[in-house]
């Protein structure tokens, strides 16, 4: 079953914060985040193991709490260039991601 | 070459004909997965080879759809008989294993089925 993502798009001005959601109905093994921009492939942002563990990149993180099925992706101070549509991947088992609804983020001046 | 090839990057055709869609990995990534992308859609499962293993083809949404992995490397997503609502971005990805670590995805194959 798809992971649910939350917002489904969010518009935000350059420097602003946020925050996207990423909920399974089944127990995870790990998850992956990926953005893809209009017409290009997604790209890896960054894996969270299980244990809760955070992980940055630039000035964006995550969080993974495996009790709640739950992963968070944060964005602080955004900048034009994280405009895209943003996944979240989950393995139940080290096999295939699945993939979660997307969300829609645009940052504009 | 550095990161995931794929070709043709465009695809129109007439439905009824086959089309070959073309997998290029990253070098020593022994996973490769191939995921479909619909008009402002998610990404839908496909298929996964991992090394010399039997593929998962449980993502095929037909038997119309096939596809295989030679030598471990190239790998080739055949559509008969194309239908309409087959138009979508094609994705290939690979990944160094199948133990979870980051995906590389190549630029897609637009397939159109008019």
């Known amino acids: 079953q798809q992971p649910v993502q939350s917002p489904q798009a969010v518009i935000l001005r350059e420097g602003e914060d946020a925050v996207i959601n990423c909920s399974s109905s089944k127990a995870l093994y790990s998850v992956h985040w990926y953005r893809q921009k209009h017409g290009e492939a997604p790209v890896f942002l960054m894996i969270?193991?299980?244990?809760?563990e955070q992980k940055g990149h630039d000035k964006i993180s995550a969080s993974f709490n495996e009790k709640k099925q739950q992963s968070s992706l944060y964005l602080t101070a955004s900048q034009l260039s994280y405009s895209g549509t943003y996944f979240c991947?989950?393995?139940?088992?080290?096999?295939?991601?699945?993939f979660g609804t997307g969300t829609r983020l645009q940052v504009t001046l | 070459g550095a990161g995931v090839s794929q070709s043709p990057s465009n695809k129109v055709t007439e439905k009824g004909k086959d089309v070959e869609l073309r997998c290029d990995p990253i070098s020593g990534h022994t996973a490769l997965y191939w995921y479909r992308q619909s008009l402002g859609q998610g990404l839908e499962f496909l298929i996964y080879?991992?090394?010399?293993?039997?593929?998962?083809k449980s993502g095929l949404p037909s038997d119309r759809f096939s596809a295989e992995r030679t030598g471990g490397s190239v790998s080739t997503l055949t559509i008969q008989r194309t239908q309409q609502e087959d138009s979508a971005v094609y994705l290939c990805?690979?990944?160094?294993?199948?133990?979870?670590?980051?995906?590389?995805f190549g630029p897609g194959t637009r397939l159109t089925v008019t």
């Open positions: 991947g989950t393995y139940r088992t080290a096999s295939k991601l699945t």
């Open positions: 969270l193991l299980k244990g809760g």
């Open positions: 990805a690979s990944s160094l294993d199948s133990s979870g670590g980051p995906w590389y």
């Open positions: 080879f991992q090394g010399n293993s039997a593929p998962d």
